[in-house]
């Protein structure tokens, strides 16, 4: 089984600051077969990039992800206040695992 | 547009059972393969149970292997997870969600029922 790590745990930050978000794989993620979601409290998680820098639809800009093998980023240039949450990466690569998580809080 | 609504949830005792629903429209549901993913009071996301499109191909996580059985009615638009022999590490809320054309991923997810196992 893949495990992926997520890290900082938590990224202290303010609105209009640029954020990026680990995401590292304990083996190659085939194909880059990574996925990355957004979840607040109370709400279920959404989609927001699929095939490790492919945004699902409706996703702003300011969202994108890059990396290969075994180190994928999440970055979002500039925080917006409804950006404050928790962010997910998933790999399909092999089975299914998901990260443990960042969460991203104002600073 | 599409909307996955989970019902079913509640309190349950060590040992028992309880099943899990989920009504989807806005879309073709005999088109897509479904999944169950759970979340334990403030952790990860965990993937339970995966069903293909037409019912025959299924797959479990370990951890719920031989207690858990997914299922889902095309005809209904409707989605399934029977679960027994509940222990106390079951407790989360419960999504389904809709895994993508385009790969194994999620791309709608419901919003969830709490299922509580406590004696």
């Known amino acids: 089984e893949i495990v992926l790590t997520q890290s900082p745990g938590t990224l202290s930050l303010s609105p209009g600051e640029r954020a990026t978000l680990s995401c590292r794989a304990s083996q190659s993620v085939r194909n880059s077969y990574l996925a990355w979601y957004q979840q607040k409290p109370g709400q279920a998680p959404r989609l927001l990039i699929y095939?490790?820098?492919s945004r699902a639809t409706g996703i702003p800009d300011r969202f994108s992800g890059s990396g290969s093998g075994t180190d994928f980023i999440l970055t979002i240039s500039r925080l917006e206040p409804e950006d404050f949450a928790v962010y997910y990466c998933?790999?399909?690569?092999?089975?299914?695992?998901f990260g443990g998580g960042t969460k991203v809080e104002i600073k | 547009q599409v909307q996955l609504v989970e019902s079913g949830g509640g309190l349950v005792k060590p040992g028992g059972s309880l099943r899990l629903s989920c009504a989807a429209s806005g879309f073709t549901f005999s088109d897509f393969y479904m999944s169950w993913i759970r979340q334990a009071p403030g952790k990860g996301l965990e993937w339970v149970s995966k069903?293909?499109?037409?019912?025959?191909?299924?797959y479990y996580a370990d951890s719920v292997k031989g207690r858990f059985t997914i299922s889902r009615d095309n005809a209904k638009n409707s989605l399934y997870l029977q679960m027994n022999s509940l222990r106390a590490e079951d407790t989360a809320v419960y999504y389904c969600?809709?895994?993508?054309?385009?790969?194994?991923?999620?791309?709608?997810w419901g919003q969830g029922t709490l299922v509580t196992v406590s004696s």
């Open positions: 069903i293909s499109s037409s019912g025959t191909t299924i």
């Open positions: 969600a809709r895994e993508a054309i385009s790969g194994r991923f999620f791309d709608f």
């Open positions: 095939g490790a820098s």
């Open positions: 998933q790999q399909y690569g092999s089975s299914l695992t």
